[in-house]
């Protein structure tokens, strides 16, 4: 289906803090202490926003779409915005789209001049948004760092990072959805300091990733839309992945330029994703399953009982039957 075919919705290009009036216009509701609540055709649920300094701006979308939307920024040509998106897994596989990139989950460094569109599936969608200022790169980043992402900026239409949400950083944006719902006393000031916590450490992320990736290149929409297919099949593939050459046939690029856009756009390597990926399924699947060990290991693709012991060691710091036991103690 075309994305024309669905409707739009169409934001300001400022996050809540910044801009009520026009939001209320957009999603109609009321708005008190920061959140505004809404129920209207296309979605309902709530958007609480706050300031952490005067150049950055936090937002958590905690919402139901009643059916499949797009919704995008009002144009603005003086657009001075960067963007860190958190976007918490949504329920039965599905994917939100930005700018022809699918994925259910994780971490997106968004910046450059071309206005992005999502396209969100019916249902449930939980999201944070980190908005900030070309002037944060001059303060919080050394000169050199500062100097190339404000290259990509001004001269690319669109770059995007991409980071796993990992167990630690989840668990920091599961807090904040909690603090929200239950409001206990001082909230306010809990929220901000876990919403910095997250900023800082999404920063350190991207910021050694732009010091390695010097040669930053444009990828457009199709390619982008390439690459997520590649990271989507790894995924659903974890138990018997597929060869080098098969991605790069799968995706309709040459090998050396499936690796070198893929470690660019997902800040690892093909095979390196992988593992990773294989590592926090590992942590999950321990965590809220009835699973053994064997069954665990033998899903995700690991040859002997022994080699995922000692890989899940090597990736947590810990053996899965320490690990057990600890999830066991605290509940």
Same mark, same amino acid.
């Given at each position: 289906?075309?994305?024309?075919?669905?409707?739009?919705?169409?934001?300001?290009?400022?996050?809540?803090?910044?801009?009520?009036?026009?939001?209320?216009?957009?999603?109609?509701?009321?708005?008190? @202490?920061?959140?505004?609540?809404?129920?209207?055709?296309?979605?309902?649920?709530?958007?609480?926003?706050?300031?952490?300094?005067?150049?950055?701006?936090?937002?958590?979308?905690?919402?139901?779409?009643?059916?499949?939307?797009?919704? =995008?920024?009002?144009?603005?040509?003086?657009?001075?915005?960067?963007?860190?998106?958190?976007?918490?897994?949504?329920?039965?596989?599905?994917?939100?789209?930005?700018?022809?990139?699918?994925?259910? *989950?994780?971490?997106?460094?968004?910046?450059?001049?071309?206005?992005?569109?999502?396209?969100?599936?019916?249902?449930?969608?939980?999201?944070?948004?980190?908005?900030?200022?070309?002037?944060?790169?001059?303060?919080? &980043?050394?000169?050199?760092?500062?100097?190339?992402?404000? *290259?990509?900026?001004?001269?690319?239409?669109?770059?995007?990072?991409?980071?796993?949400?990992?167990?630690?950083?989840?668990?920091?944006?599961?807090?904040?959805?909690?603090?929200?719902?239950?409001?206990?006393?001082?909230?306010?000031?809990?929220?901000?300091?876990?919403?910095?916590?997250?900023?800082?450490?999404?920063?350190?992320?991207? &910021?050694?990733?732009?010091?390695?990736?010097?040669?930053?290149?444009?990828?457009?929409?199709?390619?982008?839309?390439?690459?997520?297919? #590649?990271?989507?099949?790894?995924?659903?593939?974890?138990?018997?992945?597929?060869?080098?050459?098969?991605?790069?046939?799968?995706?309709?690029?040459?090998? =050396? @330029?499936?690796?070198?856009?893929?470690?660019?756009?997902?800040?690892?390597?093909?095979?390196?994703?992988?593992? #990773?990926?294989?590592?926090?399924?590992?942590? =999950?699947?321990?965590?809220?399953?009835?699973?053994?060990?064997?069954?665990?290991?033998?899903?995700?693709?690991?040859?002997?009982?022994?080699?995922?012991?000692?890989?899940?060691?090597?990736?947590?710091?810990?053996?899965?039957?320490?690990?057990?036991?600890?999830?066991?103690?605290?509940?």
């Amino acid at each position: 289906m075309k994305e024309t075919q669905y409707p739009i919705l169409e934001l300001p290009e400022d996050g809540l803090i910044d801009d009520v009036e026009k939001y209320k216009q957009v999603l109609g509701g009321t708005y008190c @202490k920061n959140e505004l609540h809404f129920d209207n055709e296309l979605l309902k649920g709530k958007i609480f926003s706050t300031s952490i300094s005067d150049e950055v701006s936090v937002s958590f979308y905690e919402t139901e779409f009643k059916e499949t939307a797009i919704l =995008r920024r009002s144009e603005n040509e003086n657009r001075d915005a960067i963007r860190i998106n958190f976007l918490l897994e949504l329920e039965s596989n599905r994917d939100i789209n930005i700018n022809g990139a699918s994925y259910n *989950s994780g971490i997106g460094l968004i910046l450059g001049k071309q206005k992005e569109t999502y396209i969100i599936p019916q249902g449930k969608a939980n999201w944070m948004v980190f908005q900030f200022t070309q002037k944060i790169l001059k303060e919080a &980043y050394p000169s050199e760092a500062a100097e190339l992402l404000q *290259s990509y900026f001004n001269e690319q239409e669109l770059v995007l990072f991409f980071e796993q949400l990992r167990a630690p950083l989840k668990k920091r944006v599961l807090q904040i959805q909690q603090l929200l719902s239950e409001r206990p006393y001082l909230f306010f000031y809990e929220v901000k300091g876990i919403a910095l916590d997250l900023f800082v450490k999404a920063g350190k992320l991207f &910021y050694e990733r732009v010091l390695i990736e010097k040669g930053i290149q444009l990828v457009d929409s199709e390619t982008m839309e390439a690459l997520f297919k #590649v990271k989507s099949i790894l995924e659903q593939s974890v138990d018997n992945p597929p060869t080098i050459e098969a991605l790069s046939k799968e995706s309709g690029m040459n090998i =050396r @330029k499936l690796q070198r856009l893929f470690k660019q756009v997902f800040g690892l390597t093909v095979f390196g994703y992988l593992n #990773v990926y294989r590592q926090e399924e590992a942590l =999950r699947l321990l965590q809220n399953s009835t699973f053994n060990f064997s069954e665990i290991a033998d899903q995700l693709g690991y040859s002997s009982l022994s080699h995922f012991s000692s890989s899940f060691k090597k990736y947590h710091g810990v053996p899965p039957k320490d690990f057990k036991m600890l999830i066991q103690d605290f509940r």
